[in-house]
């Protein structure tokens, strides 16, 4: 249930406006309108440090079009779910909350993200032939290809990413064949339906930058396509 519902962005653990609308039965723009209505509320607050609840990204719908999202907290869910009543969606809330605790625990018993951050800061003040050397040491935190570039969130992030290539049989020349967000999309649904953790758009980007050697090119049909470099 935790994987249906939470993703990892950064050093949070979020859900998004997409999964919020579809569980609680919501229509989509509705929830980004909602949302919209309460980041307007927060700027105009008198509090002089205001929490950050909401990062807006994109996502693309199923014409491939680009369509606004929300990342959220758990406290920008909390504040969101408060105008959401009913029987049905108490026991969401409820399901919410015991898959944030859930999660958090996990990944701060395991010190995953403070791991991850030493393993950041280590990585930039190494030289780079030392490098392999981190990576050897922290083999569960980088993904399966020789490329030292691609520090993942947490283990089980890269449990997904490397699970999602074997066994989909994922190729170079599949990778260049389609829109960079067709391939998200495609190691979403993945995730999503065999229960992992997924990344954020710009790591797994970057990670396949990193491990196939791409770049990002915007061709005449206005979409993103990997090239190699």
């Known amino acids: 249930m935790n994987n249906e519902l939470l993703q990892v962005n950064g050093n949070e653990i979020v859900t998004t406006s997409l999964i919020v609308a579809e569980t609680f039965n919501k229509d989509h723009k509705n929830v980004i309108r909602k949302i919209d209505s309460l980041i307007d509320q927060l700027e105009d607050s008198?509090?002089?440090?205001?929490?950050?609840?909401?990062?807006?990204?994109?996502?693309?719908?199923?014409?491939?079009k680009p369509m606004p999202m929300y990342y959220m907290n758990r406290d920008g869910f909390t504040l969101l779910a408060m105008g959401f009543t009913g029987k049905e969606a108490l026991e969401w809330k409820l399901k919410y909350i015991e898959a944030f605790n859930s999660m958090e625990k996990l990944i701060h018993s395991n010190g995953m993200i403070d791991k991850r951050s030493e393993i950041a800061r280590l990585i930039i003040d190494t030289p780079t032939d030392k490098i392999p050397v981190i990576k050897e040491l922290y083999s569960e935190y980088f993904s399966s290809t020789p490329a030292v570039g691609s520090l993942e969130y947490i283990s089980d992030l890269n449990t997904g990413y490397t699970t999602w290539l074997n066994e989909t049989g994922v190729s170079k020349e599949w990778l260049t064949s389609l829109p960079t967000s067709n391939i998200y999309n495609d190691y979403l649904r993945y995730c999503r339906d065999n229960r992992f953790l997924s990344m954020g758009k710009k790591t797994f980007y970057k990670t396949l930058e990193f491990d196939f050697g791409f770049n990002k090119k915007q061709k005449s049909d206005g979409y993103r396509y990997f090239i190699s470099a």
């Open 46 to 64: 008198s509090i002089l440090s205001r929490p950050h609840l909401f990062e807006k990204t994109e996502y693309d719908n199923t014409q491939n």
